[in-house]
């Protein structure tokens, strides 16, 4: 088991995993060798903010697709509640679950956090951009859910998308 909550930094080669899926199946890290992958750590399904962050993980998929990267959704949340909040949420990338949060520990997504007054050890909102070779490229801790997906595409270099809105 890995107990290290250090901060990952570019450059490093991110800790490889095996983790299930919400549908069962066993997922690594290496398995995207070849293609960069984004990898979100977020606290709890069906909270609002990681409702919020998963649509907008969702809405934005194609696009990240289409410019050559995967995305990863991991969380401390059984396999069983994932695979509701996928359904729920109409979530087609693979959403990971990290039950004792051995994964969120090596990536430093784990730690010491506030919400409502109180402080507690518990999963930080982060996101990690991995190339095609497995190295770490950029690393956010501390995410804000509303709009980091935007954010994430300006810092990649992608365009903004313009939503299609018809005024009558």
């Given at each position: 088991m890995i107990n290290s909550s250090d901060e990952l930094e570019p450059g490093q080669i991110a800790?490889?995993?095996?983790?299930?899926?919400?549908?069962?199946?066993?997922?690594?890290?290496?398995?995207?060798?070849?293609?960069?992958?984004?990898?979100?750590?977020?606290?709890?399904?069906?909270?609002?903010?990681?409702?919020?962050?998963?649509c907008d993980f969702r809405d934005n998929l194609a696009s990240l697709q289409s410019a050559g990267y995967d995305v990863l959704g991991i969380s401390p949340d059984p396999v069983e509640r994932l695979a509701q909040f996928a359904a729920a949420e109409a979530l087609s990338f693979p959403l990971l679950s990290d039950e004792d949060a051995a994964i969120a520990r090596a990536w430093g997504a784990w730690g010491q956090k506030t919400v409502d007054g109180r402080t507690f050890d518990g999963l930080i909102r982060s996101t990690v951009v991995v190339d095609a070779e497995g190295r770490v490229v950029s690393v956010e801790y501390n995410v804000q859910a509303d709009g980091h997906v935007a954010r994430l595409r300006e810092r990649l270099g992608l365009p903004r998308l313009v939503s299609s809105v018809t005024v009558q």
């Open positions: 800790p490889d995993f095996t983790l299930t899926d919400a549908t069962g199946s066993r997922r690594t890290l290496a398995e995207h060798r070849g293609r960069p992958v984004i990898v979100y750590f977020y606290p709890a399904a069906f909270t609002p903010g990681c409702t919020t962050e998963a």
